[in-house]
C-alpha cells in the first residue's frame, strides 16, 4: 500500500461543506460527503497504512491508496510536436469595435493571410497528422473577425477536407465570430462547419452597448439574425456572451431568452476580461461570487432546456494540465506566417514576459524552435504555485496563462479563482445529485468564503482536532 | 467574338428549379420540377460550393489550383469542363454576354 | 391508412400545429366537409381496403354532423378513430361515448397545463372551468375509448402531469408521444433535430416513471434511432413501449379532395381524389415524388448513416430534412478566351474582407 507521504502530489482533496466536508479525489473518479471525523480518519490512514474499523469508509480508503485504481495524473506533452488543432488567424482585422476588445489592432496592420500560406500551413498540418496516425483532425478559425478573410476560410475547409479523405480520415472545423456575415455566408457556415461560437452578449440593449460598429451602429440585429439560422442548421451553435458587473444579474434571464429563441446547443458565459478599452469604457468585470451565483441559476435553466452551460474551467469531465490551447502543442498560424502556441496578441504575452512565438510558416517551408516547443510545453499546471493545493487544479489547470497569472502564494485566490471554485464545487455536487447543497451553501456566505478561500484543499492538510 | 469585334462569355446560371443541401462529405442537388437528382463530391462539391457563396471564374480557378495542386490552366479546362458537363446535365443553364471591359465578377442574377 | 379532414376549424391555438400551412393559407371557401362528399371519402376507404375511418381537422368534432357522419361510417363498419384536442361539443361527444370501444379510438392531444393559460384564446369555460379540466371531463366520460397524446415541441417539456391524468380517468393506459416537426413554411413551432439527443433522454426517464405506472408509451412518426443511445433504447423495449422511425406518405385528405403527402409537406402539393384512385396508388406517387429527397435526412450525418443505409431509420421527418434544401441564384461568366488560355490566375493582394464604415473612409 501506497502512503500520501511517498506522493508529495496528492490529489485528494477535502472541501468543507456546511457541516460536512466534500471528499473529491478527481484521478480516482471519487467524489463523497463524509463528516469531519470520517475525513480525519480517511487522513490518518491514508498517512500510516492503518486500517479504519469503518468498513465502507476502509474501502474508501484503500481505493485512495491505491495508484492503480488512479488515472495517471496529466503530464506536459514530450516527443514531436503534433497539434490537436491546427489555428488560423485568416486577419487580425474586425468589422466591429466592441467596447471591451483587447484585440482591436490598427487598421494599417489588417493584413490577410496569403492563399498560399494558408495553403501550405493546412498541408503541414495534415502531413503531422498523417504521419501521426491521427484520423481525425481539427481546424480553429480565430480572429479578428475570420469572415474578413472569407476566402482563406473557404480555400482552407476544402484544402483539408480534400487532404482528409484522401488520407481516409475526417476534419472537424471550428469558428469563433462576431456573425455578421450576410445571410448567404451564414447558411454556408451553418453547412460546413462543425462548431460555431457566436458572440451575443444578451438581447439588443446589451449587445448593441457592448457591440458597436465603427460608426455607433448596433450589430444586435445581425448577429441575432445569424444565431437564428445557424442555431436550426447542422453545426453546434454556442452562444458566448461577455459578462460585465452591469449584466451580471442578468444572466439567468439571458439564458431563458437564449434557449427561448435561438435554441444553441451550448451557452458560454465569460466574465469580462479588463483591457485598456473596457477601462475607457468604465466597463468593469463582474464580482465572482455574483458571476458564479448567477451562472449557476443560469445553468438551471440551461439544463432544463437541454442546452449545455459551458464554463471551460469548471469542466469535471475533463483532466488537463494546462486550460488553453498553449501548452497543448497547438500550432497556431497568424496572417504574417508566425506560428504561436497562443492566439492573443504578442504584445499581451509580452507583458507578461511570455514569448509564445513556435516559429514560421515561409516560403512553402515551417521552421519551429524545438527551446520555444518545449518552452510553451512548460506553461502547466505543475508550475503554477498558486493552483498546488486547489481541488480544480486537474480542470482550470491555472486558465489563461497570459490573462490570469497571479503570481502569489496558493492562498491567495483572486476573482477567477473564487468563481472556478464555486462553480467547480457545484458541478461536483451535481454530479453526486446533491446539487441542492449548493444554495444552501451559498447562502451560508461566511461558512462559503472559508471554503473557498481554504489556502490548501489537501487532505493531508486537513487540520488536527484541537 | 461579337459583331463589334469583342469577347462573347459564357454565362452559367443555377437553374432555378434546383434545390441542394450539404450534407456529410457530398452535396445533394435535386431539380424540384422533374425530381432528377445529384450527389456532388470531390471537386464537384467545391465548385458547386464556390459558386453558390458568389466567387468569380478566376477566383474559382485560383482556388482550384491551390486545393487540387493543378497548375492554373488546368484548373480552368477542369472547371470549364465541369460547367459543361453541368449544362448537359441541367443543373445550370447558359447563356452569353459581350465582354464590355467590366472586372471580374459574378454578374447579377 | 388514410386521414380524413372533416373541419377547418378548431377551438384551440397550439403554436405547434403542423395545418398552420395547409388551413392558414389555403383560402378555404368551406369549413367543414358536406356529406356527399364524405361519402366519396368512405368510398375511397372501401376500395383501398382501408377499415378505419381516421377523423381530423382542426378539430373534428365542431362538424355540425359529426353524429351522421360517424354514423355514416360504421354504416360501412369503419372502427372510428378521431384525433381530438378534447374539447368537444355536447352532441359530438355522446356519440361517441355511445360506440363500444372495440370500434371507436379518441386520441386527446394534451399541453401542459401551465402553458394553456398562454396557447388559448378562451381558458375557461363558461362553467369556469379550465381547458385542462375539460379535456380531463372528457377523457373521463371516454374511458377505454381515449388514449392521451402528448406533442413534444419544447426541450423543456415535463409530461409527468399525463400519468396522474391516466390514472384518475381511466382512459388507455398509453401516451403517444409526438414530435413537432416544421411544416414547409416553418411558421409552426417545432423542435430542432440537434435536441433530439436531450429530448430522448428525457423520454427515456419519462417512460421509466410511466412504467412504473403501468403505462406504455408509443411513438408517433419522424423519431430518429441516433437520438436513444444503445442502452436507453434496450431500456425502452424493455419496458414495452411502442419504439419505431417513421416517416412515409400518411395521405392526408383535404376538405377540398385534394390529398396530401402529409399536412407538414402540404405545400408539396396534392393529388386530387378521384373514383378511381385508391391509397395504395396515391402512397407509391408520393413516395416517388419525394424519394430524391430522401437521400438525405434531418442530420448532414443522415447520408452516409449505417442506420439510414440499411432501412432501419428513413432519416427522420421528410419536412424537416426538405427544409434543408435551399435554392442558391448563382450566375458565373466564364472568362475563358478562344485560344483557350485563362485569365491570369495569380495571387493578388487580398484587401480587407470587409472595411468599417467610418465617415474618415480612404478614398479608392
Redesign the interface.
Known amino acids: 500500500m501506497h502512503t500520501l507521504e511517498r506522493c508529495p502530489d496528492s490529489n485528494i482533496f477535502a472541501i468543507p461543506i456546511l457541516s460536512k466536508f466534500l471528499l473529491y479525489a478527481p484521478m480516482h473518479h471519487l467524489a463523497a460527503l463524509v463528516d469531519l471525523t470520517a475525513a480525519r480518519r480517511l487522513r490518518d490512514s491514508l498517512l500510516t497504512g492503518t486500517p479504519i474499523a469503518h468498513e465502507p469508509l476502509n474501502d474508501v480508503a484503500r481505493l485512495l491508496a491505491s495508484d492503480a485504481k488512479a488515472e495517471p495524473v496529466p503530464a506536459p506533452k514530450q516527443g514531436d510536436l503534433v497539434p490537436p488543432f491546427l489555428g488560423l488567424l485568416p486577419?487580425r482585422?474586425c468589422?466591429l469595435?466592441c467596447q471591451y476588445c483587447g484585440f482591436l489592432t490598427p487598421?494599417e496592420s489588417?493584413q490577410?493571410m496569403?492563399?498560399?500560406l494558408a495553403?501550405d500551413a493546412v498541408d503541414w498540418y495534415m502531413n503531422i497528422a498523417n504521419r501521426a496516425g491521427l484520423q481525425h483532425v481539427e481546424i480553429h478559425y480565430f480572429g479578428g473577425?475570420p469572415?474578413?478573410?472569407?476566402?482563406v476560410v473557404?480555400?482552407t475547409v476544402?484544402?483539408a477536407r480534400?487532404r482528409a479523405?484522401e488520407a481516409g480520415g475526417t476534419v472537424r472545423f471550428e469558428v469563433t465570430t462576431n456573425g455578421t456575415f450576410s445571410e448567404?455566408?451564414c447558411?454556408?457556415a451553418a453547412?460546413?462547419l462543425d462548431t460555431i461560437v457566436l458572440s451575443l452578449d444578451g438581447p439588443a440593449d446589451i449587445h448593441d452597448h457592448h457591440r458597436p460598429?465603427?460608426?455607433g451602429r448596433g450589430s444586435f440585429e445581425t448577429a441575432a439574425r445569424s444565431a437564428r439560422i445557424l442555431?436550426?442548421g447542422?453545426a453546434?451553435l454556442f452562444l458566448r456572451a461577455c459578462v460585465t458587473s452591469e449584466t451580471v444579474d442578468r444572466m439567468p434571464q439571458i439564458a431563458a431568452w437564449f434557449?427561448e429563441h435561438f435554441?444553441p446547443?451550448g451557452v458560454c458565459f465569460e466574465p469580462l476580461q479588463p483591457s485598456a478599452p473596457s477601462r475607457t469604457v468604465q466597463l468593469e468585470p463582474p464580482d465572482p461570487w455574483a458571476f458564479a451565483h448567477n451562472f449557476i441559476q443560469a445553468t438551471g435553466v440551461l439544463e432544463?432546456?437541454?442546452?449545455e452551460p459551458v464554463y471551460a474551467a469548471a469542466d469535471i469531465q475533463t483532466r488537463r494540465v494546462t486550460f488553453c490551447p498553449a501548452g497543448q502543442d497547438a500550432a497556431i498560424v497568424s496572417p504574417d506566417g508566425t506560428v504561436s502556441a497562443c492566439y492573443l496578441l504578442q504584445r499581451d504575452w509580452e507583458a507578461r514576459g511570455l514569448d509564445l512565438r513556435l516559429g514560421r510558416i515561409a516560403d512553402g517551408t515551417v521552421q519551429l524552435n524545438a527551446d520555444a516547443v518545449a518552452s510553451a510545453r512548460d506553461l502547466n499546471v505543475h508550475n503554477k504555485p498558486l493552483c498546488a493545493r486547489c481541488f480544480c487544479k486537474w480542470h482550470c489547470a491555472g486558465g489563461c496563462h497570459v490573462n490570469h497569472a497571479p503570481a502569489g502564494p496558493p492562498d491567495t485566490y483572486d476573482r477567477l479563482c473564487v468563481q472556478t471554485r464555486i462553480i467547480t464545487l457545484r458541478n461536483v455536487l451535481k454530479a453526486m445529485d446533491q446539487q441542492h447543497l449548493v444554495w444552501e451553501w451559498l447562502q451560508e456566505r461566511e461558512a462559503a468564503a472559508q471554503s473557498v478561500y481554504q489556502p490548501s484543499d489537501y487532505l493531508l492538510d486537513l487540520e488536527e482536532a484541537p | 467574338m461579337n459583331g463589334r469585334g469583342g469577347w462573347v462569355h459564357p454565362i452559367y446560371r443555377c437553374t432555378p428549379s434546383i434545390v441542394w443541401v450539404r450534407d456529410a462529405g457530398q452535396t445533394l442537388a435535386v431539380d424540384e420540377e422533374t425530381g432528377q437528382a445529384w450527389t456532388l463530391c470531390g471537386v464537384e462539391a467545391v465548385v458547386w460550393d464556390l459558386l453558390t457563396v458568389g466567387y468569380a471564374y478566376r477566383r474559382i480557378v485560383l482556388l482550384l489550383s491551390l486545393i487540387f495542386s493543378l497548375p492554373a490552366a488546368e484548373a480552368a479546362q477542369a472547371l470549364d469542363s465541369l460547367l459543361r458537363r453541368w449544362r448537359e446535365m441541367d443543373l445550370v443553364q447558359v447563356s452569353e454576354e459581350a465582354d464590355d471591359g467590366k472586372p471580374d465578377h459574378q454578374c447579377s442574377v | 391508412m388514410a386521414n380524413l379532414t372533416i373541419s377547418a376549424v378548431c377551438n384551440q391555438r397550439c403554436p405547434y400545429c403542423f395545418t398552420a400551412d395547409h388551413l392558414n393559407g389555403a383560402g378555404l371557401s368551406q369549413h367543414f366537409l358536406d356529406s356527399g362528399d364524405f361519402e366519396a371519402r368512405l368510398d375511397f376507404l372501401d376500395r383501398s381496403g382501408i377499415d378505419q375511418a381516421r377523423l381530423l381537422g382542426g378539430e373534428p368534432t365542431l362538424h355540425p354532423q359529426f353524429p351522421g357522419l360517424i354514423e355514416r361510417a360504421r354504416g360501412r363498419n369503419k372502427t372510428i378513430v378521431v384525433f381530438t384536442n378534447g374539447l368537444i361539443p355536447a352532441a359530438s361527444l355522446a356519440c361517441l361515448e355511445s360506440l363500444p370501444a372495440t370500434a371507436c379510438s379518441v386520441l386527446v392531444n394534451v399541453n401542459e397545463p401551465v402553458r394553456m393559460s398562454r396557447m388559448y384564446p378562451s381558458a375557461t369555460s363558461e362553467a369556469g372551468e379550465t381547458t385542462f379540466e375539460r379535456q380531463c371531463a372528457t377523457i373521463r366520460r371516454l374511458g377505454e375509448r381515449a388514449m392521451v397524446g402528448f406533442n413534444i415541441y419544447r426541450p423543456d417539456f415535463q409530461p409527468e402531469f399525463l400519468l396522474p391524468l391516466i390514472a384518475e380517468t381511466g382512459c388507455r393506459p398509453a401516451v403517444r408521444l409526438g414530435l413537432a416537426h416544421p411544416c414547409l413554411s416553418g411558421e409552426n413551432r417545432y423542435v430542432y433535430p440537434h435536441q433530439y439527443v436531450a429530448i430522448g433522454r428525457k423520454i427515456v426517464r419519462f417512460a421509466r416513471r410511466a412504467a412504473d405506472a403501468h403505462v406504455r408509451v408509443e411513438f408517433d412518426c419522424g423519431f430518429v434511432r441516433c437520438m436513444f443511445a444503445d442502452g436507453d433504447l434496450e431500456t425502452l423495449t424493455g419496458l414495452g413501449a411502442d419504439v419505431g422511425w417513421r416517416c412515409n406518405p400518411i395521405l392526408d385528405v383535404g376538405l377540398d379532395g385534394q390529398v396530401i403527402h402529409c399536412y407538414p409537406l402540404s405545400r408539396l402539393g396534392g393529388l386530387p381524389l378521384t373514383p378511381q384512385t385508391d391509397a395504395p396508388a396515391l402512397r407509391r406517387a408520393f413516395e416517388s415524388r419525394t424519394r430524391p429527397y430522401r437521400q438525405a435526412g434531418i442530420f448532414r450525418e443522415c447520408s452516409t448513416c449505417p442506420f439510414k443505409a440499411s432501412g432501419v431509420c428513413p432519416g427522420g421527418c421528410l419536412a424537416a430534412t426538405m427544409r434543408r434544401f435551399r435554392h442558391t441564384p448563382f450566375a458565373v461568366v466564364c472568362d475563358s478566351r478562344r485560344d483557350g488560355r485563362p485569365a491570369s490566375a495569380g495571387s493578388p493582394r487580398l484587401k480587407p474582407g470587409v472595411r468599417p464604415e467610418t465617415s474618415q473612409e480612404a478614398a479608392p
Open positions: 486577419t482585422g468589422n469595435a487598421q489588417w490577410v496569403d492563399l498560399e495553403r473577425e469572415f474578413c478573410a472569407e476566402e473557404d480555400l476544402h484544402l480534400t479523405a448567404k455566408r447558411r454556408w453547412d460546413h460598429y465603427p460608426d442555431s436550426e447542422s453546434d434557449c435554441r446547443r432544463s432546456h437541454g442546452v
